[in-house]
């Protein structure tokens, strides 16, 4: 279920993404992503780009708060993801909550260009 969300972040450019390995932690989802956006706007968008990506891999969101504001939360049942706007990201700094959580490489889940 990673790769149709990264697909997705990817496609409106989001930026400073990391991917949260929260398998024996929480008993809510495996992982947490935390991706930054340029404006509410495209945050908006990136819910419409996971949306679609997840139903062509033949997943879907379970429910998303927050769409035309600077964060956003897409539920994608086993994935939680946040999206903010710099300078929401800034100001709510989830990494310090999650600083002893294992992250995982972003990289795997991009498409070979």
């Not at 990391?18 to 495996?30: A, E, T």
């Not at 935390?34 to 679609?52: F, K, N």
Request: hydrophobic share 40%; charged share 30%; net charge negative.
């Amino acid at each position: 279920m990673l790769k149709p969300i990264i697909t997705a972040l990817d496609r409106v450019k989001s930026e400073d993404i990391v991917i949260y390995d929260m398998k024996g932690i929480s008993p809510l989802f495996d992982n947490i992503i935390i991706a930054t956006v340029s404006s509410q706007r495209q945050a908006s968008s990136v819910c419409d780009y996971i949306e679609d990506e997840l139903m062509e891999a033949g997943f879907d969101v379970r429910n998303v708060e927050g769409k035309n504001t600077a964060w956003v939360v897409v539920d994608c049942h086993d994935v939680l993801v946040h999206v903010f706007t710099r300078e929401e990201r800034e100001h709510y700094n989830l990494e310090k909550i999650y600083m002893d959580v294992p992250t995982v490489d972003v990289e795997q889940f991009r498409d070979n260009k």
